[in-house]
């Protein structure tokens, strides 16, 4: 399978930290990952004077936003945006419960890609819990089509991702990046990959206060002339596409488990993703939760259907 099957749950071993600067508002933050016990899930805990004023459950039910970036909480109060980079990387390393303390609204954008928050989790170790892990199978596909662009899940034997764009841009094009994730191939194949965007967007999105700490530091950027202007180019060939599904693989985290299946899209983003996610999980004949057990010693580690979830993510 293309899915660590690991029968339990995980947590870091450490408190390992970061900082940088938040990519739309462009304020400086640091965060904090903790080690969280079996079934916490992942928490950000927002700061104030170094106080924890909130908590915010990193699961779709508290998504507030989708436009740019995936936005925990309320967009004009209390929220934690541009998670995504940062649950991708818990999500492939197969870590079920971290608590996050982060002293401002919006993660680090670092440079742009998950590369820094893997080996800042490396860094700080993983480490076994003893309650069960659980995963969302899907049983049936669900699709959701908006405009020119859709998205679906299918069932499939594993964890996999197919994600599609199409962009006028040549510099861009057409690019399609497919494969099964674990760990390995995450920090191999799409850990590195930047986010992307275009100069003449610039001026519009700096006037609606977005991208105000972008840079070519942690952005591939598209001058006018339809070249990509950043100096060392790009990581991969199809940097673009791989970056996609690594926004994918973040949003799709936000379910409260690992789902075992194949996610596609075509033309998607933040808003496709996260409403492929609420229509899957509000549809509670698409899919079961499962764990995995091994019912005698020496026999290979089966999946059965168990009667709660964990994080119970279907709460929209």
Not at 184 to 208: C, H, P, Q
Request: net charge negative.
């Amino acid at each position: 399978m293309g899915i660590d099957l690991h029968e339990y749950q995980t947590t870091i071993n450490s408190r390992v930290s970061l900082s940088g600067t938040g990519v739309h508002g462009g304020r400086a933050v640091t965060i904090h990952l903790n080690p969280a016990d079996v079934d916490t899930g992942v928490v950000f805990n927002c700061l104030s004077d170094g106080e924890t004023v909130r908590e915010i459950r990193a699961l779709v039910s508290e998504i507030g936003g989708t436009d740019l970036c995936t936005v925990l909480g309320d967009p004009s109060g209390m929220h934690v945006a541009t998670v995504e980079h940062l649950m991708a990387a818990l999500f492939a390393l197969g870590i079920d419960n971290v608590s996050i303390d982060i002293d401002g609204n919006e993660v680090p954008i670092l440079d742009g890609s998950s590369h820094d928050f893997v080996e800042a989790i490396e860094q700080a170790g993983i480490r076994t819990l003893t309650g069960k892990r659980r995963f969302i199978r899907i049983l049936k596909p669900i699709r959701i089509e908006k405009g020119g662009s859709w998205a679906e899940f299918l069932p499939y034997d594993g964890t996999r991702f197919e994600i599609e764009i199409d962009f006028e841009s040549k510099s861009i094009g057409q690019q399609l990046y497919a494969g099964d994730i674990e760990p390995e191939t995450f920090k191999r194949e799409i850990a590195r990959a930047r986010t992307f965007g275009f100069m003449k967007d610039v001026e519009r999105l700096w006037a609606a206060g977005y991208a105000l700490g972008s840079s070519l530091e942690n952005s591939v950027v598209i001058g006018d002339d339809d070249q990509v202007i950043n100096m060392e180019g790009l990581r991969f060939k199809d940097e673009f596409v791989r970056h996609k599904a690594l926004d994918a693989m973040g949003d799709l985290a936000l379910a409260g488990a690992r789902f075992i299946g194949c996610f596609r899209s075509y033309r998607g983003g933040h808003k496709l993703n996260a409403a492929a996610l609420r229509r899957l999980l509000s549809d509670r004949g698409a899919f079961e939760i499962v764990e995995t057990t091994r019912r005698s010693r020496g026999r290979k580690a089966e999946m059965i259907a168990v009667s709660a979830p964990v994080f119970a993510p279907w709460t929209l």
